[in-house]
């Protein structure tokens, strides 16, 4: 193939990358609140699985004469795991990357797209390819990732005792998603439909064939 009908074939999947400049807003579709919220509760989650994990005692209280017993928690009950957790929760919104080729809020996952695993693999092959920003910006969070970590802080202090109060009382009986983001942030039905939209599971691969003695190899 020509390298000017590869240029051709390549101008819609550019266009539909790089769009017009992001300061004019043109071209780009920040995350709405029901995208920001699930992302959120499912980062919050993620991360207190993580802390949940330990099973260390703590000891909480003050006492000047140390006479008085100090009260004992379980961590992964405690305070102290929930304001760990929420530390810095936001930040891992950054580790998302927009997915173009998608139209529904799956468009917002993490690892490469496959727009952008197309373009790598076509540099690697030595092909110029011109998106209006330099190559070592490719990687970067697009600016519709570095808003919703935006979305993400305003959310946290804005419903900051809604999650306390889920993560004292409520996180046996149901889900971050359904306390903070249906039974809050979303109050109309119409507005939590991307809750229910998940990224299709992996094709499951094919068992292969054991070859049977006697069977011929095909040249």
């Given at each position: 193939m020509?390298?000017?009908?590869?240029?051709?074939?390549?101008?819609?999947l550019?266009?539909?990358?790089?769009?017009?400049?992001?300061?004019?807003e043109?071209?780009?579709?920040?995350?709405?609140?029901?995208?920001?919220?699930?992302?959120?509760a499912?980062?919050l989650?993620?991360?207190l699985?993580?802390?949940?994990?330990?099973?260390d005692?703590?000891?909480?209280?003050?006492?000047?004469?140390?006479?008085?017993?100090k009260?004992?928690?379980?961590?992964?009950?405690?305070?102290?795991?929930?304001?760990e957790?929420?530390?810095?929760?936001?930040?891992?919104?950054?580790?998302?990357?927009?997915h173009?080729?998608?139209?529904?809020?799956?468009r917002?996952?993490?690892?490469?797209?496959?727009?952008?695993?197309t373009?790598?693999?076509?540099?690697?092959?030595?092909?110029?390819?011109?998106?209006?920003?330099p190559?070592?910006?490719?990687d970067?969070?697009?600016?519709?990732?570095?808003?919703?970590?935006?979305?993400?802080?305003?959310?946290?202090?804005?419903?900051e005792?809604?999650?306390?109060?889920?993560?004292?009382?409520l996180?046996?009986?149901?889900?971050?998603?359904?306390?903070?983001?249906?039974?809050?942030?979303?109050?109309l039905?119409?507005?939590?439909?991307?809750?229910?939209?998940?990224?299709?599971?992996?094709?499951?691969?094919?068992?292969?064939?054991?070859?049977?003695?006697?069977?011929?190899?095909?040249?």
């Amino acid at each position: 193939m020509h390298l000017e009908s590869l240029v051709i074939l390549l101008l819609p999947l550019l266009q539909l990358i790089a769009g017009d400049s992001p300061e004019e807003e043109q071209g780009v579709r920040y995350a709405n609140r029901c995208e920001a919220c699930k992302i959120l509760a499912a980062e919050l989650e993620g991360r207190l699985g993580e802390t949940g994990k330990s099973h260390d005692v703590i000891e909480t209280g003050y006492s000047v004469d140390d006479v008085r017993p100090k009260k004992r928690t379980e961590y992964r009950r405690s305070e102290l795991r929930l304001l760990e957790s929420l530390e810095n929760v936001c930040e891992r919104v950054l580790e998302y990357n927009l997915h173009k080729e998608r139209t529904d809020s799956t468009r917002f996952a993490k690892g490469m797209s496959q727009t952008f695993q197309t373009l790598h693999g076509l540099v690697d092959k030595g092909v110029k390819v011109d998106l209006g920003i330099p190559y070592e910006l490719w990687d970067k969070p697009p600016v519709e990732v570095t808003q919703m970590k935006t979305q993400c802080e305003n959310m946290l202090e804005e419903y900051e005792d809604t999650i306390s109060d889920w993560y004292f009382k409520l996180q046996d009986k149901k889900s971050l998603q359904k306390h903070l983001c249906e039974d809050h942030v979303l109050r109309l039905k119409a507005e939590r439909e991307c809750l229910k939209e998940q990224l299709p599971p992996p094709p499951a691969k094919k068992p292969k064939k054991d070859k049977l003695k006697g069977d011929k190899e095909e040249l």
